[in-house]
């Protein structure tokens, strides 16, 4: 690999890596809205190295990406699982809250004196 070509190809898995980087912040801060476009950018920033004539002589590190890779989306679907068990339960709390009025309302409804 000439050099050129290796410092082109160490810039692009820095990239990467920033922008799995990016990605991982995104999801710890919520940023829900930035993690699509962090994602976008960083398939294309990994195609484009795959893709490359380099890529056979940095398997290693295509290797080592996918793996951060990885590890970004089980950090998200943990993310995404506990937002889906929050709005389980606040919607169990809204059923219930809903409920203990119906019930207060028939309590109260039954204690008036009729007419």
Known sequence: MGRHAESNAVDAVAACRARLSDFSKAIQR?????????????????????????????RDELAQLDILRRRCMRQLARHMKAVSEDIASLEAGQKTLQRSRELADSIFNRQLPPG
């Open 30 to 58: 919520g940023q829900w809205q930035k993690i699509s476009g962090i994602a976008t950018e960083y398939s294309a920033l990994f195609a484009t190295l795959a893709a490359s004539e380099e890529a056979p002589l940095i």
